[in-house]
């Protein structure tokens, strides 16, 4: 139940409005509130009383939510904004689907909370936002070692809360009626497949296979947390930490539980089909009441219609947000909030030099907000993408500027990790500072140690140091547990690119070895003292990565030079353009997933784009005939980064 937008190779970003308080409804003449609790910023069109009883009941959530790992902070390093609507008439513009009552947009600069306080319908808006809104939790502060039935049971569990008598009450783990009959009408799943399921699973993709899944992840939470006189919630708790240890699955549930998964199997089974599982009800001594902790205050229209332009910004909905953003410069032109989601919508709409004017008012006008830096950071960033939108380079004066609004941003907000990310990718895709950078990563990731982006930039780092194990331990996770497909296959293929790199490095070790004991012997036939060689020598080195390379098929042959650029055509097909000797040759592939690219040496790592190359690379290129009727000089079957010093001997 995740609904996550896929990144690109720069993350792809809306807009957090830049003002301390905001309110949005479809109305422009309607009054507008804004209220800040201690972890949301509500705005809405709905009264204040309602709009603090929301930001009551998600403050509520999250405390209750802490109190199940006590030895874990609860981060959410990303603003949350939550916007009420008074009416469902209201709301409709604004939904993402238009039988919700409630929905929840993460993002990477600010999250999004949609509702509609009116009683009419008999959905519960709360449910799905709890639901994804522990996900976000989950991410934040447990990171990427939590597996899927883990993240989603708990989700699932904690969408049901409620709150009673006079706030003193909470009420959990209510019964869910469609996963009751889901467990009831379909086979039981073993808890080993149960934990096998990934994000590529068709236990999770299909249909009533994922049905399933989400009512056996919730049942099982259930059990663990309000089974057997809720003797499993401190090895739940426990359980949980040892996997942010680093503990295989099966070693922190053994030693969590003190039991073997089949035992524990048996006694759900049990559990199930006792069908004594219902809610549980928690009394606090004092209630759990936030509103003297907020503050509210009145909106203006024109921030009301910068705001309802973000919120159309983050749900893709660019035509529409245009529309608001300009009627708030209308009202008000030199608004720093709506100049900067002007500048926004610009970028997403591929209009870079268009947004930049937008971004430097608004940088000007509110120098003491981090987003106007970060936002125009991202711009400047932005304007060096190709036409596949991937930056490949920056030239250093642009580079220079990103990292001074950047570093203003980290000043402002020191615990948003995105500023971090940026300034990491700048420093990655220009190959400076790396110690630096790497420095910077871990402080970010400190903030939030889910961001899957920036510990593949920290993996990427560790792969150009040579720091294989470290890299390796960064990647897994993130092959395996990223929900989002693509960076699964990124790290994929930068793990691929560890394996080669650790073989061709222990043929070296092992030549030297050889050399040396060859060396020994063959001093001690001859007597006389000799200084024995240490270090491998050139050809020692060549003929490692010969015997590592990948060998030509039948029909298939190789060529050694530099790669100078990558043709990437919109309408598919690819030209790798080598310069060989004196000729620049081309050759052909219908696309990346077809080449086996290989890197064995530490001059490249990460993705490979589309563009001019810089720095140019010394490869080795495989390929078969070309097509008839083509153009090229055959058709590209593998490409393998190598040492500027190795020669390929014919």
């Given at each position: 139940?995740?609904f ?29 509130t ?31 939510f ?5 030895t ?15 009416s ?19 993002g ?18 709360f ?22 039935w ?5 989700a699932e569990y ?9 706030y ?8 869910i009626a ?6 009831r ?30 009512a ?43 039991s ?20 549980t009800?928690?009394?606090f ?5 936030f ?14 219609h910068?705001?309802?332009?973000d ?7 660019l ?40 971004l ?13 830096h ?10 060096s993408?190709n036409?596949y ?20 941003a980290?000043?402002?907000?020191p ?20 110690d ?8 970010a990731?400190?903030i939030?140690?889910?961001n ?21 331990q ?28 650790e ?8 030549f ?10 063959t ?26 390379l ?29 310069r ?10 219908n ?6 690219i ?11 784009t ?20 083509s ?10 980064f ?9």
């Amino acid at each position: 139940m995740k609904f996550r937008p896929l990144r690109t190779a720069i993350p792809g970003i809306a807009l957090a409005l830049l003002v301390t308080g905001a309110a949005v409804s479809a109305t422009a003449k309607d009054t507008w509130t804004s209220v800040h609790s201690k972890n949301f910023t509500l705005v809405g069109n709905a009264s204040e009383k309602d709009i603090r009883l929301v930001a009551n009941r998600l403050e509520q959530f999250r405390q209750v939510f802490g109190l199940l790992f006590p030895t874990i902070t609860i981060n959410s390093p990303v603003p949350t904004t939550v916007i009420v609507f008074k009416s469902d008439s209201s709301y409709k513009p604004f939904k993402v689907n238009p039988n919700v009552a409630g929905y929840f947009q993460p993002g990477e600069d600010v999250n999004y909370i949609t509702l509609t306080t009116e009683k009419s319908s008999d959905e519960q808006p709360f449910r799905t936002i709890f639901h994804e809104y522990v996900h976000l939790l989950v991410e934040n502060t447990m990171g990427a070692t939590v597996p899927l039935w883990f993240n989603e049971g708990l989700a699932e569990y904690y969408s049901t809360f409620d709150i009673k008598d006079d706030y003193r009450r909470v009420i959990l783990g209510d019964l869910i009626a469609n996963h009751v009959l889901y467990l009831r009408e379909n086979k039981f799943l073993p808890l080993r497949t149960l934990f096998a399921v990934d994000y590529k699973s068709p236990y999770y993709n299909e249909g009533n296979k994922m049905n399933v899944f989400y009512a056996e992840s919730w049942m099982l939470m259930h059990y663990l947390l309000q089974g057997d006189s809720q003797k499993h919630r401190p090895q739940l708790a426990k359980f949980v930490d040892l996997l942010r240890a680093n503990a295989t699955i099966d070693e922190a549930f053994q030693q969590a539980f003190q039991s073997s998964i089949d035992s524990v199997e048996k006694d759900f089974r049990s559990y199930i089909q006792g069908a004594s599982y219902k809610a549980t009800g928690i009394t606090f001594e004092h209630k759990l009441d936030f509103d003297s902790e907020m503050q509210s205050a009145p909106l203006a229209e024109a921030e009301a219609h910068a705001y309802l332009g973000d919120l159309l910004l983050h749900t893709r909905q660019l035509a529409g947000a245009e529309a608001q953003i300009q009627q708030a410069l209308a009202l008000s032109p030199d608004l720093p909030m709506a100049e900067a989601a002007y500048g926004m919508l610009r970028v997403r709409q591929g209009r870079m030099e268009d947004a930049r004017p937008y971004l430097e008012k608004a940088v000007t006008a509110n120098s003491q907000n981090y987003l106007t830096h970060y936002y125009y950071a991202f711009a400047l960033s932005s304007l060096s993408m190709n036409e596949y939108r991937v930056v490949s380079s920056y030239p250093p004066e642009v580079a220079a500027k990103m990292r001074a609004e950047l570093k203003k941003a980290i000043a402002l907000k020191p615990d948003f990790p995105e500023s971090y990310s940026l300034l990491g990718f700048v420093n990655v895709v220009r190959n400076e500072e790396v110690d630096e950078t790497i420095d910077l990563l871990k402080r970010a990731l400190k903030i939030s140690p889910a961001n899957h982006r920036m510990l593949f930039m920290l993996a990427q780092l560790y792969l150009r140091q040579e720091r294989f194990a470290e890299a390796r331990q960064l990647l897994e996770p993130i092959a395996h547990n990223s929900p989002d497909p693509d960076m699964r296959k990124r790290a994929e293929g930068l793990l691929e690119n560890v394996k080669h790199m650790e073989e061709q490095i222990a043929q070296i070790k092992e030549f030297q070895k050889q050399s040396i004991a060859a060396q020994t012997e063959t001093a001690q036939r001859s007597g006389p003292p000799m200084t024995l060689t240490t270090a491998p020598t050139q050809d020692d080195m060549n003929s490692a990565l010969v015997e590592a390379l990948r060998k030509p098929l039948s029909g298939e042959t190789r060529v050694q030079g530099m790669l100078t650029t990558i043709e990437c055509s919109a309408k598919g097909g690819i030209i790798f353009q080598v310069r060989a000797g004196d000729r620049l040759l081309k050759f052909h592939s219908n696309n990346f997933d077809g080449v086996d690219i290989t890197a064995f040496t530490t001059d490249v790592s990460g993705e490979i784009t589309c563009g001019v190359r810089k720095p140019e690379n010394w490869v080795i290129l495989t390929y078969a005939p070309p097509k008839a009727g083509s153009k090229s000089d055959g058709e590209t079957k593998a490409i393998e980064f190598v040492p500027k010093s190795f020669v390929l001997k014919p």
